[in-house]
């Protein structure tokens, strides 16, 4: 064995400097990146796809940014984003119960069946 892959296996305090971390299975050069893509929060409450609410989740964020962060002001913003939840989960059960996939509809599905809803009168 040569002095180089000798040094390439060796191991501190059990564990391998080239080697994979044990619990999350990634190599050591991995562990150190930055995490991005489709699986982070600010993608999932900003995209069209995956949050059916995202218009009105950025009403309230407007809102409260012309507000100086004063709640009370923006009341009608957080109950029109609470009732579009409410819509959308309710459309996301009734399609699981029916074994509709995928649960939530696509963005091009969603204005049919929205079909001219306004999120304030939703009860």
Not at 25 to 51: I, M, Q, S, V, Y
Not at 84 to 113: T, V
Request: glycine share 4%; aromatic share 8%; hydrophobic share 25%.
């Amino acid at each position: 064995m040569d002095s180089t892959s000798a040094s390439a296996t060796t191991t501190t305090a059990g564990s391998s400097t080239t080697g994979t971390h044990r619990k999350l299975n990634l190599p050591a050069h991995e562990l150190n990146k930055k995490r991005t893509g489709p699986n982070t929060r600010a993608k999932r409450w900003t995209d069209e796809d995956t949050n059916p609410c995202h218009l009105e989740a950025e009403a309230s964020f407007q809102c409260l940014h012309d507000t100086n962060f004063n709640r009370e002001k923006c009341y009608i913003e957080f109950e029109t984003y609470k009732n579009c939840k409410k819509f959308w989960n309710g459309i996301m059960k009734d399609r699981q119960r029916q074994g509709i996939k995928p649960y939530l509809p696509l963005a091009e599905q969603r204005e049919s069946i929205r079909n001219g809803i306004d999120y304030n009168n939703v009860k």
